[in-house]
């Protein structure tokens, strides 16, 4: 299991996320960018190490399961800039019956999500929305807008 974040820090947590999990898991580490493309453009030379998302570049061919955890919202801007190519990448490139999980923020996320499913149909997902409200009762009152996603390739 890779754990892919923009922010450096979430790498000291890795081995926390492993403990919890339990065996067969294995928490590692990569940078990401979801504002960003997921594929190397054409014209990019052979130096990975300017390109933040060679983490996910090298694995989305054996990724079962997206977790976007409190950051559509967040980056919904700045993803915007670029139509939010991550999103079509992983349309086109994750593999048939993977599954995208987006949890954020209650009644702030409705619209970026419909925007990201809108823009993911546009790649060809085939599947319906649905986006259900969770809210886990605890000292903090976690509050949550859930969207799944299945991603399904149609020949």
Do not use: Q
């Amino acid at each position: 299991m890779t754990l892919l974040d923009f922010e450096k820090t979430w790498k000291f947590y890795t081995k926390t996320i492993g403990d919890l999990l339990g065996e067969p898991f294995d928490v590692s580490f990569g940078r990401c960018d979801i504002t960003k493309e997921i594929i190397l453009p054409e014209e990019t030379e052979t130096d990975f190490s300017k390109f933040v998302n060679i983490g996910l570049f090298k694995g989305i061919g054996n990724t079962n399961l997206f977790l976007f955890s409190y950051v559509t919202h967040e980056t919904s801007t700045l993803a915007a800039v670029d139509d939010f190519i991550f999103y079509r990448n992983i349309v086109n490139h994750a593999i048939h019956g993977s599954v995208c999980i987006f949890a954020d923020v209650m009644i702030h996320s409705v619209e970026v999500y419909g925007t990201v499913y809108r823009v993911m149909k546009e790649e060809g997902l085939r599947c319906n929305r649905e986006v259900s409200r969770l809210v886990i009762p605890s000292n903090h009152d976690l509050r949550s807008e859930v969207m799944i996603l299945l991603i399904k390739h149609v020949e």
